[in-house]
C-alpha cells in the first residue's frame, strides 16, 4: 500500500473510449461441375481496431528491477510510476486501444440433394491475432493464461487469439438408401419391406488444438497483484512425441524473479479434437396418411478419446503439462421413434 488517500477496485473503462470498428472483405470462385454438384474456393480476412483491451493499468509499467541496471527501484519509486499514484488498489481498466486481424482459405464442395444424395465438404485454412481475446479478457484462454500481463505493453501481448483454429474441416452428409418403393432397386416384395426406405446420415469435425498459454502463480513483478504472469523461457517447450504425462516440455520454462516473463501469449497448442456422428433412419409406411419413422443416432460413433486441456502452471512441477481430462464425450447411442397422422 502506497498511502494514497483513494482505494480502488473492481472494472472501469476509459471515459473517453470510443466504439469499435471492423472492416471486412471477401472473395470467391465457384464452380459448377453439375446441375447439383459445385465447388467453391474464397479468401476472408478481416481487421478490427479500437478493440477491448483491459488489464492491471495502474500497475507500475516496468518490473521491480530497472532494465538495463540491474537496480532495484525502490517502493516509492515504483509508486511513482503509476498512471494515478494518488490512487491504491489493483483494479482492472479498459480501453479501446486493442486490435484483432482475421486471414482464412476457405474451400467447399456441395453436393445439392439429388438422386437421394446430400453432402456438404468444408475446410478452412485461417490464423487470428489479437492484442486481447473477449470482452475483458473472457476469452483469455485456456486457464485464463492469456490474459494481459503488462498493460503498458501492448505489443508484448500481440499474439494468436485464444480462439485461433488454424485447421478446420467438416463434412455433413445424407444418404437415402437406393432401395425401396420409389427407388431403383427392390421397389416391391418381402426384401423391399425389410432394406427399403433406410436414410443414413453423419457429420465429421476435426480441428486443430486451441492455443495456450502457460502460467506463473504469485506476483514475480512485485506489482501489487497476481493472475497475470508469464514464465521465462529457456529452451524449446515442444515435443516432437508429446503423451498426457508430458504435452510440453516444462523444464524449458523459468519462473520470473522481479520482472515480467519474456514468454509470449499462446505459445502452445492442446491436442485436436475429431468426431464422427452417424444415424440411421427409416420410414414405414402404415397407410396413406400414417408413417412410422424409427431412428438410431451415435454420437462420437467411433468411441475417439480426444484428450483434454493440459496443466498450465509452471510452478506447480508435479502436475505441469500432464492431462488428466478428455474433450467431449464418450460415444452415446439414442433410439427414436416417431408417429405421424
Do not use: C
Request: charged share 15%; hydrophobic share 35%; proline share 6%.
Amino acid at each position: 500500500m502506497n498511502g494514497a488517500p483513494w482505494n480502488s477496485t473492481g472494472y472501469f473503462n476509459d471515459p473517453d473510449r470510443k466504439n469499435a470498428y471492423s472492416h471486412q472483405w471477401n472473395v470467391q470462385v465457384q464452380r459448377q461441375f453439375t446441375r447439383s454438384l459445385m465447388a467453391a474456393v474464397g479468401y476472408v480476412g478481416s481487421y478490427n481496431g479500437r478493440m477491448e483491451y483491459a488489464g492491471r493499468a495502474q500497475a507500475p509499467p516496468v518490473a521491480a528491477i530497472e532494465a538495463g541496471t540491474g537496480r532495484r527501484l525502490t517502493t516509492a519509486e515504483r509508486n511513482a510510476l503509476r498512471p494515478w499514484p494518488h490512487i491504491d488498489g489493483t483494479f482492472t481498466y479498459s480501453d479501446s486501444i486493442g486490435m484483432s486481424k482475421y486471414n482464412s482459405l476457405q474451400a467447399i464442395v456441395q453436393q445439392r440433394f439429388s438422386d437421394g444424395l446430400s453432402s456438404i465438404f468444408s475446410y478452412t485454412w485461417s490464423r487470428s491475432i489479437d492484442t486481447s481475446s473477449g470482452w475483458f479478457n473472457a476469452e483469455g484462454g485456456i486457464g485464463s493464461g492469456a490474459t494481459v500481463q503488462n498493460y503498458h505493453d501492448i505489443d508484448g501481448n500481440r499474439a494468436v487469439s485464444s480462439y485461433d483454429i488454424p485447421h478446420i474441416v467438416t463434412w455433413a452428409t445424407v444418404w437415402e438408401l437406393p432401395f425401396g418403393r420409389g427407388k431403383r432397386w427392390l421397389e416391391s416384395g418381402p426384401a423391399s419391406w425389410i432394406l427399403g426406405n433406410w436414410q443414413v446420415n453423419w457429420m465429421l469435425l476435426a480441428r486443430s488444438g486451441q492455443p495456450f498459454t502457460p502460467t506463473v502463480g504469485g506476483d514475480p513483478a512485485n506489482l501489487g497483484h497476481t493472475g497475470y504472469a508469464r514464465p521465462n523461457i529457456v529452451g524449446d517447450p515442444e515435443l516432437s512425441n508429446p503423451t498426457v504425462d508430458r504435452w510440453f516440455d516444462a523444464t524449458a520454462f523459468a519462473i520470473p524473479v522481479n520482472e515480467f516473463g519474456n514468454a509470449g501469449r499462446n505459445i502452445l497448442r492442446a491436442p485436436g479434437f475429431w468426431t464422427v456422428d452417424l444415424g440411421v433412419m427409416r420410414n414405414v409406411r402404415l397407410g396413406p396418411d400414417r408413417v412410422l419413422q424409427l431412428r438410431i443416432e451415435s454420437f462420437n460413433v467411433f468411441n475417439h478419446i480426444n484428450l483434454g486441456n493440459p496443466a498450465i502452471a509452471i510452478d506447480n512441477p508435479a502436475t505441469v503439462g500432464t492431462i488428466t481430462s478428455m474433450s467431449g464425450r464418450p460415444r452415446q447411442v439414442q433410439f427414436g421413434f416417431r408417429f405421424t397422422f
